[in-house]
């Protein structure tokens, strides 16, 4: 069983820049969840799909937005970075309708520094 | 964003001693979790809860779903080096109360660590 996984490890861009990240589900899972984390902070939930569609999102603004492919695999995009988007970015895989609901299981995410 | 209330925010933990940590929450949650995080890497879930009062093991860990519904703890017996890192606590509100599928609350984390 292959589990979630995320690319690219660490990332530097410049404010102003936009930037994508990419997640794999782990097999069998159908919706992927976005997290922020920043340091020394616990995660803070971006958005989630299920079935290609947002399904659910947290408390950030539109400039954050994402995809899923219809192999599960999900893409984050954020526009205008800002220095506070300098953080750790965690995509999250759950069985959705299929299993425990709230059993989210995380990739190593990505770190993204903006300069 | 909201967040969930951890303590203690650190502690210092000798081989083969018992460590406990807590979560509440002003919000009444429907499923508590537990996540462990090392450095550089994304969280691991450790247990799931989902009725209050219910108490669930997993190996040396031990969690509790708090009677209210707004706390739960986690107990890790006979402590080892592995078992260092930081534990998370998560929510969350359930569909009655606005919370989407993949909405969880974080809390900010308990630190464990080895006594120099």
């Known amino acids: 069983e292959t589990g979630v996984t995320q690319s690219p490890t660490h990332l530097i861009k410049t404010r102003g820049q936009q930037v994508t990240l990419r997640c794999s589900s782990q097999?069998?899972?159908?919706?992927v969840s976005w997290y922020q984390q920043a340091l020394g902070q616990g995660p803070q939930f971006i958005f989630q799909?299920?079935?290609?569609?947002?399904?659910g999102r947290g408390n950030f603004p539109p400039r954050f937005s994402g995809l899923q492919f219809p192999n599960y695999s999900s893409e984050l995009n954020v526009n205008a970075l800002e220095l506070d988007d300098s953080a750790l970015y965690l995509c999250?895989?759950?069985?959705?309708?299929?299993?425990?609901?709230?059993?989210?299981?995380f990739g190593p995410g990505t770190r993204l520094t903006v300069t | 964003g909201q967040q969930l209330n951890q303590s203690p925010q650190s502690m210092f933990i000798q081989e083969g001693e018992d460590v406990s940590m807590n979560c509440t929450s002003s919000s009444i949650f429907n499923t508590w979790l537990w996540y462990k995080q090392d450095p550089g890497e994304g969280p691991v879930l450790l247990i799931a809860l989902y009725k209050a009062g219910e108490l669930t093991s997993n190996g040396r860990l031990t969690a509790q779903f708090g009677i209210t519904r707004k706390d739960s703890f986690l107990n890790i017996s006979a402590s080892i080096p592995s078992d260092v890192g930081i534990y998370f606590c998560?929510?969350?509100?359930?569909?009655?109360?606005?919370?989407?599928?993949?909405?969880?609350?974080f809390g900010k984390g308990t630190k464990l660590s080895v006594k120099p």
């Open positions: 999250a895989s759950s069985l959705g309708l299929a299993g425990p609901p709230y059993e989210q299981y």
């Open positions: 799909y299920y079935r290609e569609e947002e399904n």
């Open positions: 998560a929510g969350h509100l359930g569909p009655y109360y606005g919370g989407s599928q993949g909405n969880l609350i």
């Open positions: 097999s069998g899972h159908n919706t």
